[in-house]
């Protein structure tokens, strides 16, 4: 019996939504468009299929929505609607499109929480926040602006309807626990595949006004590695040039101090990367953005490599917000990727990664070409346009005898990124089909932003489902498509014929027996494998088992807290709870809006 | 005798190898320009001049404001033997520090050879931006070097009544560019 079952008859009804919701939803802060045809098409097929297949296997439509068949069930509905001429989505690599049979199979392998033969998920961005943190008093303004993003995640705020209480959608008292590291650890590493996630950062400094400030970070960081023993989780910090902004060509006022920091943080929190944001500016987050290749960049990055050097610490990494504008919350403009060829070409000594790939919600098609692509833009083809422009795209560095290339020191990140092109096998295709051409086959991670967008799963069935049209394999070199091997893609890693005992006369290394070589397929490559090189982490060592009695201990012993009362409602991670329609939306601002 | 002619032979090679700075001004040649139903752009071959404008009326989305800003080039082209550098010279450059003065150095086949950026806001400024080559131009190539400028795409505030203050109301610049020398 549930520790709170008292409590029970005040909650909303566990909703009976699809696991895969693809329907327009808006964060409060925009009138939801009007949904497609595809996208109606898409839960209609979802709809009857699920009735059918929960008639067939005797459950209720409550549990059915839970089980792995209705993933695979919003996969099939997503092909039959969207696959077409560049992408399918499948469970197998003949790009045939998943049958009717496959959707009804509740043990498909491709919906599972179990990893897949050679799978290891490395999620390179997680996020979670610190609900008691100074920062809900030093800096309401994230309040507002995560509570109105986020509403996938926690719901809508608490009052009572029809007579009746409710609380937040993800069952905290307080909406923003529900962005908080108990949600964080159930949605990643209970309701989905990831093997080990990058809590990474968030604006800003001081470090005590953060919302993931580093000793909640780390915190967080020990306390799940402590739970499962093993290395399930690390972090990064946050870190910016500009604070005490004082005009062009002039030091910041607490640069230096912030700078000590830096040096004093790397040295005791193990830090695995530094997260920046050219578009936080200060005194307001939305003027005195920065780029790479201005005083601050360069004096911001040439700190980095310093820390670096001192004795014990971990290679330099950069990890920095390029996409996603923000609109009117950040300085939009600075989020430009233009910087980011320029900067890889001057510090080749040091990792960079560019998070979301500079996506900002564009249409996802081919690269249009050097003279049309706008590298101040934000997109994935200005992401490209920069690395070209500076001659450091993947194209220029293809080892004699083979045909693809990776850069030298620039990952294309995929949170939000992924998300957004999911829904449609066409621009899936395009996304992953350029990132592979010009960034290179190793050189693409996975991140979710999860817990943004609740739990990952979805994110990682769908990708597991991808395949290249015939097409998309023509056009993008990639015969074998996601399943070709990332160091020479023209070979097919699922097969055994390509790794012969004579080896490969270009790749060093390259397995001799014959077998088929799951872990080295481009698809895996993404889906952790690639980070995993990059952070120097072993994905094949021996994790330990993550055991729900522990995080429902966990959980209790959360409740006990007396600063921050909550309560837990489990099984929440189907709802969308933002405004669906029109009239959904001007309800909510007109009644629900609490600020 | 021998230390005096064998000097006199070096030099003369260096001479021969060197490739004298050589200047182009106006006109250039047209450049790509492009951007969407928001902006405005122009780019005169003749007198060197090129504006941009972005009207920021692009509706937003939950985390995104996506569009194609404006950009608009000039380009001029030489022979790349020898080339080592180029200077682009700008004057009466004024622009807001949301675009970016960007140049673009490419060789007929090999692709991208340079490239320079000038950002931060401006009014009324002049200067010349150097740029060494990443690497030598293969022989026989042409080189081209395409400078304008370019800006991002922004949005007007978040649908009311929540009302984000949102992206600048425009974005604009105006410059005209001098010369174009290799070295």
Same mark, same amino acid.
């Given at each position: 019996?549930? +520790?709170?079952?008292?409590?029970?008859?005040?909650?909303?009804?566990?909703?009976?939504?699809?696991?895969?919701?693809?329907?327009?939803?808006?964060?409060?802060?925009?009138?939801?468009?009007?949904?497609?045809?595809?996208?109606?098409?898409?839960?209609?097929?979802?709809?009857?299929? %699920?009735?059918?297949?929960?008639?067939?296997?005797?459950m209720?439509?409550?549990?059915?929505?839970?089980?792995?068949?209705?993933?695979?069930?919003?996969?099939?509905?997503?092909?039959?609607?969207?696959?077409?001429?560049?992408?399918?989505? $499948?469970?197998?690599?003949?790009?045939?499109?998943?049958?009717?049979?496959?959707?009804?199979?509740?043990?498909?392998?491709?919906?599972?929480?179990?990893?897949?033969?050679g799978?290891?998920?490395?999620?390179?961005?997680?996020?979670?926040?610190?609900?008691? $943190?100074?920062?809900?008093?030093?800096?309401?303004?994230?309040?507002?602006?995560? &509570?109105?993003w986020?509403?996938p995640?926690?719901g809508?705020p608490?009052?009572?309807?029809?007579?009746?209480?409710?609380?937040m959608?993800g069952?905290?008292?307080?909406k923003?626990?529900n962005?908080?590291? +108990?949600?964080?650890?159930?949605?990643?590493?209970l309701?989905?595949?990831?093997?080990?996630v990058?809590?990474?950062?968030?604006?800003?400094?001081?470090? /005590?006004?953060n919302?993931?400030?580093?000793?909640?970070?780390?915190?967080?960081?020990?306390? %799940?590695?402590?739970?499962t023993?093993?290395?399930?989780?690390?972090?990064?910090?946050?870190?910016q040039p500009?604070?005490g902004?004082m005009?062009?060509?002039?030091?910041?006022?607490?640069?230096?101090?912030?700078?000590?920091?830096?040096?004093?943080?790397?040295q005791?929190a193990d830090?695995?990367?530094?997260?920046?944001?050219?578009?936080?500016?200060?005194?307001?987050?939305?003027i005195?953005?920065?780029?790479?290749?201005?005083?601050?960049?360069? @004096?911001?990055?040439?700190h980095?490599?310093?820390?670096?050097?001192?004795?014990?610490?971990?290679?330099?990494?950069?990890?920095?917000?390029?996409?996603?504008?923000?609109?009117?919350?950040?300085? &939009?403009?600075?989020? &430009?990727?233009?910087?980011?060829?320029?900067?890889?070409?001057?510090?080749?000594?040091? #990792?960079?990664?560019?998070?979301?790939?500079?996506?900002?919600?564009?249409?996802?098609?081919?690269?249009?070409? /050097?003279?049309?692509?706008?590298?101040?833009?934000?997109?994935?083809?200005?992401?490209?346009? =920069?690395?070209?422009?500076?001659?450091? /795209?993947?194209?220029?560095?293809?080892?004699?005898?083979?045909?693809?290339?990776?850069?030298?020191?620039?990952?294309a990140e995929l949170?939000? +990124?992924?998300?957004g092109?999911?829904?449609?096998?066409?621009?899936?295709?395009?996304?992953?089909?350029?990132?592979?051409?010009y960034v290179?086959?190793?050189?693409?991670?996975?991140g979710?932003?999860?817990?943004?967008?609740? @739990?990952?799963?979805?994110?990682?069935?769908?990708?597991?489902?991808?395949?290249? =049209?015939?097409?998309?394999?023509q056009?993008?070199?990639?015969?074998?498509?996601?399943?070709?091997d990332?160091?020479?893609?023209?070979?097919?890693a699922? =097969?055994?014929a &390509?790794?012969?005992?004579?080896?490969?006369?270009?790749?060093? $290394?390259?397995?001799?027996?014959?077998?088929?070589?799951?872990?080295?397929?481009?698809r895996n $490559?993404?889906?952790?494998?690639n980070a995993?090189?990059?952070?120097?982490?072993?994905?094949?060592?021996?994790?330990?088992?993550?055991?729900?009695?522990?995080?429902?201990?966990?959980?209790?012993?959360?409740?006990?807290?007396?600063?921050?009362? #909550?309560?837990s409602?489990?099984?929440?991670?189907n709802?969308?709870a933002?405004?669906?329609?029109?009239?959904?939306?001007?309800?909510?601002?007109? +009644?629900?809006?609490?600020? | 005798?021998?230390?005096?002619?064998?000097?006199?032979?070096a030099?003369?090679?260096?001479?021969?190898?060197?490739?004298?700075?050589?200047?182009?001004?106006?006109?250039?040649?047209?450049?790509?320009k492009?951007?969407d139903?928001?902006?405005?752009?122009?780019?005169?071959p003749?007198?060197?001049?090129?504006?941009?404008?972005?009207?920021?009326?692009?509706?937003?989305?939950?985390?995104?404001?996506?569009?194609?800003?404006?950009?608009?080039?000039?380009?001029?082209? *030489?022979?790349?033997?020898?080339?080592?550098?180029?200077?682009?010279?700008?004057?009466d450059?004024?622009?807001?520090?949301?675009?970016?003065?960007n140049?673009d150095?490419?060789?007929? *086949?090999?692709?991208?050879?340079?490239?320079?950026?000038?950002?931060?806001?401006?009014?009324?400024?002049?200067?010349?931006?150097?740029m060494?080559?990443?690497?030598?131009?293969?022989?026989?190539?042409?080189?081209?070097?395409?400078f304008?400028?370019?800006?991002?795409?922004?949005?007007v505030?978040?649908? *009311?009544?929540?009302?984000?203050?949102?992206?600048?109301?425009?974005?604009?610049?105006?410059?005209?560019?001098?010369s174009?020398?290799?070295?």
């Open positions: 019996m549930p +520790t709170n079952w008292r409590w029970r008859r005040h909650w909303p009804e566990i909703p009976e939504t699809p696991p895969i919701d693809v329907m327009p939803a808006s964060n409060g802060e925009y009138i939801p468009k009007e949904p497609s045809q595809n996208q109606l098409r898409i839960m209609e097929l979802q709809n009857s299929k %699920i009735e059918e297949l929960r008639r067939k296997f005797g209720s439509r409550r549990d059915f929505v839970r089980t792995a068949a209705a993933f695979s069930v919003g996969v099939w509905a997503i092909d039959q609607v969207t696959g077409g001429r560049w992408g399918r989505y $499948g469970f197998t690599p003949t790009a045939a499109p998943i049958g009717p049979g496959d959707a009804c199979d509740l043990e498909n392998p491709g919906s599972q929480l179990a990893n897949l033969p799978e290891f998920i490395l999620d390179t961005q997680g996020h979670c926040l610190d609900s008691a $943190g100074k920062w809900r008093i030093a800096q309401p303004d994230f309040e507002y602006f995560l &509570s109105i986020t509403t995640a926690w809508g608490p009052g009572i309807t029809d007579g009746k209480p409710h609380w959608g069952g905290e008292v307080d923003m626990e962005l908080g590291r +108990t949600m964080f650890f159930r949605e990643s590493f309701n989905s595949s990831a093997d080990v990058l809590l990474t950062a968030l604006p800003n400094l001081p470090d /005590d006004t919302i993931t400030p580093m000793k909640f970070a780390t915190e967080t960081r020990d306390m %799940i590695n402590g739970i023993h093993s290395e399930r989780c690390f972090i990064h910090a946050f870190t500009n604070r902004y005009g062009e060509g002039v030091v910041p006022a607490h640069q230096a101090e912030d700078y000590e920091w830096m040096t004093k943080t790397n005791s830090v695995r990367g530094w997260k920046l944001y050219c578009g936080w500016g200060d005194p307001f987050p939305n005195n953005g920065w780029f790479f290749d201005d005083d601050l960049g360069m @004096s911001v990055v040439n980095i490599r310093k820390i670096a050097q001192m004795p014990g610490a971990r290679p330099p990494v950069v990890c920095t917000h390029k996409g996603l504008a923000f609109n009117g919350t950040f300085d &939009s403009a600075h989020f &430009s990727p233009r910087d980011m060829g320029v900067i890889a070409r001057q510090f080749p000594d040091i #990792t960079f990664y560019t998070y979301h790939s500079g996506y900002d919600g564009e249409y996802m098609k081919a690269y249009p070409g /050097d003279d049309v692509a706008n590298s101040s833009n934000r997109g994935v083809d200005a992401f490209i346009k =920069s690395l070209r422009e500076n001659a450091w /795209d993947a194209t220029r560095f293809v080892p004699p005898g083979l045909q693809h290339g990776n850069t030298v020191n620039m990952y949170g939000t +990124t992924w998300w092109n999911m829904g449609d096998a066409n621009q899936a295709t395009h996304l992953l089909g350029k990132l592979i051409t290179g086959p190793r050189r693409i991670v996975l979710t932003d999860c817990i943004w967008y609740g @739990s990952p799963q979805p994110q990682f069935v769908m990708l597991r489902a991808l395949q290249f =049209s015939e097409e998309a394999k056009f993008y070199n990639l015969p074998y498509g996601l399943e070709g990332r160091w020479d893609p023209t070979k097919n699922m =097969s055994g &390509s790794y012969p005992s004579t080896g490969h006369p270009n790749v060093p $290394g390259w397995p001799r027996d014959g077998r088929a070589h799951p872990e080295r397929t481009i $490559g993404i889906f952790g494998r995993a090189e990059a952070y120097g982490i072993d994905p094949d060592a021996t994790r330990g088992a993550i055991s729900c009695d522990q995080v429902q201990k966990m959980r209790d012993a959360y409740l006990l807290n007396p600063m921050t009362p #909550t309560e409602m489990p099984l929440r991670s709802l969308i933002g405004p669906r329609t029109r009239r959904e939306f001007f309800n909510f601002v007109k +009644t629900d809006y609490p600020w | 005798m021998r230390r005096v002619l064998t000097a006199l032979a030099l003369g090679a260096m001479m021969v190898m060197a490739v004298p700075a050589q200047a182009g001004g106006p006109p250039f040649q047209a450049g790509p492009h951007g139903e928001f902006t405005s752009t122009s780019a005169d003749n007198t060197g001049e090129v504006s941009i404008f972005s009207l920021n009326a692009r509706q937003p989305s939950a985390v995104h404001c996506a569009g194609d800003g404006p950009f608009a080039t000039l380009q001029s082209t *030489q022979p790349a033997d020898g080339v080592h550098s180029v200077a682009v010279a700008y004057k450059g004024s622009w807001i520090d949301t675009v970016v003065l140049i150095i490419f060789g007929s *086949q090999s692709g991208a050879l340079g490239h320079g950026a000038v950002t931060g806001g401006h009014m009324g400024s002049s200067g010349t931006v150097n060494t080559l990443f690497s030598p131009p293969q022989p026989g190539e042409t080189l081209t070097t395409r304008g400028l370019q800006a991002h795409a922004g949005c505030p978040g649908a *009311q009544p929540v009302g984000l203050n949102g992206s600048r109301p425009v974005d604009a610049g105006r410059v005209t560019f001098v174009v020398t290799t070295g």
